[in-house]
């Protein structure tokens, strides 16, 4: 039996990128496009996320995907704008610009919303219910946009931010960004999400 090809975008910030990770199958892409391909999926990989990125920057990703006409895209964002204090309610109008555009081209799009940045290393403790407060607000205004534009959203912020904030060997020797172990995680999580979005592409072409 053939597997069903799936052209796939992964757009974003740095966690999308893969910074941090110490081999490319373990970045977050390179994870999702085994475990899809385990799933029976022909996957067309494209990481077009930059590291850095805030929200206001995924428009331009997304019109340099545009001639690849994808099937599905991944959207990973929200630390960067947290960390330069970009109000919600601008973070999520951008994002929800980008999403429209991506549904608009008739690529299924997840979105993962903010990590809970409280469990950085370096955030003092006495910041961090503020801190994660922030990166809640933020996730809630991201997530009503994106499934407003119609776009699934993958609510693995508590989860992930929970095994981040138990286990120092989920980051990176820079202390912010996930290491191969964080990856992992990250993608064990994600990865139903995206699972189900492709799934729902290949029962829709086929039926």
Do not use: K, W
């Not at 039996?1 to 974003?12: D, I, K, Q, T, W």
């Amino acid at each position: 039996m053939s597997l069903f090809p799936l052209r796939v975008l992964v757009l974003g910030d740095s966690i999308a990128f893969g910074t941090g990770a110490g081999r490319r199958e373990d970045t977050l892409g390179g994870r999702l496009a085994a475990a899809l391909t385990d799933d029976g999926f022909d996957v067309d990989l494209h990481v077009l996320a930059v590291p850095g990125a805030a929200s206001a920057q995924l428009p331009a990703q997304v019109r340099r995907a545009a001639p690849l006409a994808a099937d599905l895209a991944v959207v990973v964002i929200g630390a960067n704008d947290l960390a330069r204090f970009v109000p919600a309610e601008q973070a999520a109008a951008d994002l929800a610009v980008a999403v429209a555009d991506l549904r608009a081209g008739a690529t299924d799009v997840v979105v993962v919303p903010a990590p809970d940045m409280s469990s950085v290393p370096f955030v003092p403790p006495a910041f961090r219910s503020a801190v994660r407060a922030a990166c809640s607000l933020l996730q809630q205004r991201q997530a009503a946009v994106a499934e407003g534009a119609g776009a699934s959203v993958a609510y693995i912020a508590d989860e992930v931010g929970a095994a981040f904030g138990s286990d120092p060997a989920m980051f990176s020797a820079d202390r912010f960004h996930p290491s191969s172990a964080g990856y992992a995680r990250i993608a064990a999580a994600l990865v139903p999400y995206v699972r189900t979005a492709a799934r729902a592409r290949r029962d829709a072409a086929v039926a």
